[in-house]
């Protein structure tokens, strides 16, 4: 039995307060709506009951931020692509942000399962004036239980529509990039954190979210295999690589709790399902 599940979610800004909708087709959810920070930004867990994507199934998750909306989005757990004996499973992502729009998308890892078929898709487009952070974390395997990822694809693409795209197949048994200097050197978690607008970032501001996180770069365990930089006027990155999931999550969200207070004046108030 295969799973098609769909979640049509809408940010809107009423009276001053940043307000969520929802509509949703088959096992995917999002619980109620919460406000650590005051009405400005409006946080919700989406919520996939059956935990995991095997060989057929699909997510279609879309989202929209209406002019003057702040949404933060999150996931209780990690993504689980399966092992697939029929076809591809799929994750895809769509936001649209309005002028003025904010969108913070930080789900926990996307695990590729031994034998996998899959592809995590997110695509964004942001109106001039819009900005968003959102972020990728994949695991390959699970090095720490020994089941490690040695037969199957995992498919990744990362859209800022019309400014930035990075996508790519990762292979089991392609050993060069899984292992090779040239590849992935043998690490087993990919992270990236974009910060993202609809129209050109000052340079100032720029200079400014390159210098906090090189800053907390310099203090990670991870300092030799990650790295920021601004390959578009419109995109600020961060990539890192790590033998397991832990550090790269850890540094990610010490960036981008920094790139909040720098970029929006916000706290890096952490969602309180990453503290459960």
Known sequence: ??????????????????????????????????????????????????????????????????????????????????????????????????????????????????????????????????????????????????????QGTFRQHLEISGVWLERGTLKATDTRLMNSPLGLAGQRCMATLVFAAGSAIADERIERALACARTLLEASELRLTAGATSPHKQVIVLRTLSPLTEPAVLLLRQVWAAWRREMWGLPGAVPRLWNL
Not at 44 to 70: E, F, K, Y
Not at 86 to 113: D, F, K, M, N, S
Request: hydrophobic share 45%; net charge negative; with cysteine.
């Open 1 to 150: 039995m295969t799973w098609h599940a769909s979640l049509k979610l809408d940010y809107t800004l009423e009276s001053n307060r940043s307000v969520a909708r929802y509509l949703h087709k088959g096992p995917l959810r999002i619980l109620q709506s919460l406000y650590p920070e005051g009405d400005t930004v409006c946080h919700n867990v989406l919520v996939h009951p059956p935990s995991g994507l095997v060989g057929g199934d699909t997510l279609d998750i879309q989202v929209t931020v209406a002019s003057g909306a702040h949404g933060l989005i999150t996931t209780p757990g990690a993504t689980r692509f399966y092992r697939s004996e029929a076809g591809l499973a799929t994750q895809q992502v769509h936001a649209r942000l309005e002028a003025e729009a904010r969108l913070e998308w930080l789900p926990l890892e996307a695990i590729a399962y031994n034998g996998c078929d899959a592809l995590n898709r997110a695509v964004f487009e942001l109106a001039p004036g819009a900005e968003m952070m959102a972020w990728d974390i994949t695991a390959l395997g699970l090095p720490v239980a020994d089941f490690p990822f040695v």
